[in-house]
Nanobody, 114 residues
């Protein structure tokens, strides 16, 4: 199973970005897909999860600004990020859970300038 993220980049504070993640090497839907991020010197933290059945869970820091959605193709997930802040700067990772294993993408850098 391989996950490939795209859509990161440099944006000014208040701007928007849309991250994409597509999994290959799997012919069925995983249990959970989600986005995590890791800022320099900090631990990786959850940003948003799309659970089986479509329910979404968000970190408090991004509620109301970020939206996670599943694509029409199996095992694709997007993260629409609006009203970006400098504290959102991090490497963003996509994760696919197929119990009991978690698969990770290589990460995509998001940098928000003030």
């Amino acid at each position: 199973v391989q996950l490939v993220e795209s859509g990161g980049g440099l944006v000014q504070s208040g701007g928007s970005l849309r991250l994409s993640c597509a999994a290959s090497g799997i012919s069925f839907s995983g249990d959970v897909m989600g986005w995590y991020r890791q800022a320099p010197g900090k631990q990786r933290e959850v940003v948003a999860l799309s659970q089986e059945g479509g329910a979404a869970v968000y970190a408090n820091a991004v509620k109301g600004r970020f939206t996670i959605s599943r694509g029409s193709a199996e095992n694709t997930v997007y993260l629409q990020m609006n009203s970006l802040k400098p504290e959102d700067t991090a490497v963003y990772y996509c994760k696919l859970r197929i119990r009991p294993t978690d698969y990770w993408g290589q990460g995509t850098q998001v940098t928000v300038s003030s």
